[in-house]
């Protein structure tokens, strides 16, 4: 969808702040629990999250919220990993789609790590999915030239399903943007809100669009949105039909302060016509 619901900006004192009963988790954890805080418990929500902030930690702790995970993670991340190291798993011998699950249990939370070969090999960590079941996905082998079929676990098809809003609120802001630049911070983050602002408007303008079932060629593209709010935005409060040139304010208080001076285009040609002759 790629609408940013909530965000912090890094200041270097955000883990100096703590609720209580929240426990240190790292500067990475830490921001997924400030972030929610606000997420009712015990319900079986589940969040997604790159390698970047999973770890083992972090989902216990989650789990016992009542809050599942899903992410990738870095082996390394995971203590007495026992699954094959990424140079083992890259060899040709092992077929592409091969994929290994490792499930432990600590303090009654299940937790499943599968490691799975595509291009890469991609590790995930998750208190609700597992590699079963398996499917079918298609890749092209560029060996063979050719679309093949190759395993997929479960877990890696609920990532991939519901990863996709940071990459995509990511593009938007990578494709249109505003394009002024600045040496002063503030005005940096204050424009970066603005096409916060905008995208998330962009989000729920085309959402709402597609509930009343409008087709999708008959909506706005970002730009173009855009373009549309700005120009309702720079004829706020002005008359529908905008006349060329310089507005008519701009005339009237000209011509009240030639008034006020005394001066007129017949008094001035005669000065000078008097000074010349």
Not at 142 to 171: R, W, Y
Not at 243 to 248: D, L, Q, T
Request: hydrophobic content about 35%; overall charge positive.
């Amino acid at each position: 969808m790629g609408y940013a619901h909530k965000f912090e900006i890094y200041s270097g004192q955000e883990n100096l702040e703590k609720v209580p009963g929240e426990p240190d988790l790292g500067a990475t954890g830490n921001v997924v629990v400030r972030l929610l805080r606000g997420v009712p418990r015990m319900i079986n929500h589940i969040i997604y999250f790159d390698n970047f902030y999973t770890s083992l930690p972090l989902v216990y702790f989650l789990a016992k919220q009542g809050i599942h995970t899903v992410g990738t993670v870095q082996q390394n991340r995971i203590p007495n990993n026992k699954l094959p190291d990424r140079k083992t798993f890259m060899k040709k011998s092992v077929p592409r789609g091969s994929y290994e699950e490792r499930v432990s249990t600590l303090d009654g939370v299940d937790m499943s790590s599968v490691a799975w070969k595509d291009n890469k090999v991609i590790t995930l960590l998750s208190t609700y999915a597992g590699a079963l079941p398996v499917t079918e996905v298609s890749r092209y082998d560029k060996a063979k030239k050719e679309t093949i079929g190759i395993t997929c676990p479960f877990i890696v098809q609920e990532c991939n399903k519901h990863m996709g809003g940071v990459d995509l609120m990511d593009s938007f802001l990578g494709r249109n943007h505003i394009t002024i630049r600045s040496k002063k911070w503030y005005l940096r983050i204050f424009f970066h809100l603005l096409d916060l602002a905008v995208i998330n408007a962009w989000v729920i303008y085309r959402k709402n669009a597609m509930e009343r079932n409008h087709h999708k060629n008959n909506l706005l593209a970002m730009s173009q949105f855009r373009n549309e709010l700005a120009f309702v935005l720079c004829n706020k409060g002005t008359s529908k039909e905008t006349k060329r040139g310089r507005p008519s304010t701009l005339e009237d208080e000209l011509q009240s302060k030639k008034k006020k001076k005394g001066f007129s285009s017949s008094s001035t040609s005669k000065r000078y016509k008097n000074r010349w002759c």
